[in-house]
Every structure is written in C-alpha cells, then in structure tokens.
C-alpha cells in the first residue's frame, strides 16, 4: 500500500459553516462522524469529520480569530486542496450555496483549479484533472 493523506485538522469558529462549503463543492464527501471533547484544553469543542470512507478533513470547533491569509508570509496552511470530478458543476453548487471565487488557478492542459475562502479565512482549492496520466496532471513546467 501506498503511503497517502488520510486526514487533516482545522480548528474553526464556526464549523458548520466550513462544512457546507466542503459539501456544497462535494456532494459525495459527507459528515462520516463527529463527537464532543468535554476539556479540550479548558473549552468543550465539537469535531466532525467530513469526507468520504477513505479521506476527510477534521473541521474542530473552539477556534478564535482568522486564518493567516494565505497571500501572507507567515508559517501555516495555504491551502487545502481537493480533487472534484467537474470543477464547473463544483462552482455553479457553491454559487448556489452563495460562495464566491476568491481566484483561478493558473493555465494548464491537464488541470483547472477554482479557490475559495471561507468566512474564517481559510482557503480551499477545488481542482479538476483531465488526464488520468501522472505525468501529465504532475506537470509543472507548462
């Protein structure tokens, strides 16, 4: 087996928000579990894991302030990126669910990418690969 991203952690304010933007991108990812840590350090947070059987993220309550923007220097998650199946279709639900595009991902023949950042300033990119060839979704000197 190959080694693989099984999850990551975001600390949030308000997950249900960061939940609906997640699922509204992709319908198929759904919230497989979710739980209440009475004393996470001096708070009780609720967790949720978002995604599928194989991948999700971790959308944790209890967090205070924003997200570092990402067009900042500062050590901290830039992004998290996640594959849909048809990046158009992805837009057109989170326009409907009354997000905005923050920017385009560049130009490539094998790929097309869309951001967002939701209200807590954390950025998702929701990208679409045409090609089911590694060394053409993985080319980076176009």
Do not use: C
């Not at 302030?65 to 500062?74: K, M, V």
């Not at 998650?77 to 905005?100: F, P, T």
Request: hydrophobic share 35%; glycine share 10%; proline share 4%.
């Amino acid at each position: 087996m190959k080694s693989y991203v099984e999850h990551a952690n975001i600390v949030v304010v308000d997950p249900e928000h960061t939940i609906h933007l997640l699922t509204a991108a992709a319908p198929d990812w759904q919230v497989r579990g979710s739980g209440v840590m009475d004393n996470w350090f001096g708070k009780t947070v609720t967790w949720y894991h978002v995604g599928t059987e194989d991948t999700y993220v971790t959308i944790q309550g209890g967090g205070e302030g924003e997200a570092t923007p990402w067009t900042s220097h500062l050590t901290g998650l830039k992004h998290l990126g996640i594959v849909v199946e048809n990046l158009d279709e992805a837009i057109q639900r989170l326009e409907e669910a009354g997000y905005s595009i923050d920017h385009f991902g560049g130009d490539h023949p094998h790929r097309k990418s869309a951001y967002y950042v939701d209200k807590h300033g954390l950025e998702f990119e929701f990208v679409e690969y045409f090609s089911e060839r590694p060394e053409e979704r993985n080319d980076y000197t176009l």
